[in-house]
């Protein structure tokens, strides 16, 4: 099965390069099959990682950046893929 993570945050007003340095500096632990990194208006910054593992393992996720980069709480959702 394939598992995909994902990550958002939205950095304070006018920090959103910031927010996507830090998210670049960051090493998911573990090998994801895959991991792409996006960004969209508003200084959102969105990473998404694909794992070979069942819909509940526990799998290793980026971490809060800190409270003065983000204007709001990190969103995460996990997916698994349809045939």
């Not at 394939?2 to 830090?22: I, K, N, P, S």
């Not at 799998?59 to 709480?73: I, K, Y």
Request: net charge negative; proline share 8%.
């Amino acid at each position: 099965m394939t598992v995909a993570l994902m990550w958002e945050a939205r950095a304070v007003a006018g920090r959103g390069e910031d927010l996507l340095a830090w998210v670049r500096g960051q090493k998911v632990p573990g090998e994801p099959v895959r991991q792409e990194v996006l960004r969209a208006p508003q200084d959102r910054v969105l990473v998404i990682t694909w794992w070979d593992a069942e819909y509940h393992a526990e799998l290793p996720e980026l971490p809060d950046p800190d409270g003065d980069l983000v204007s709001r709480p990190v969103h995460r959702w996990r997916f698994e893929q349809v045939d």
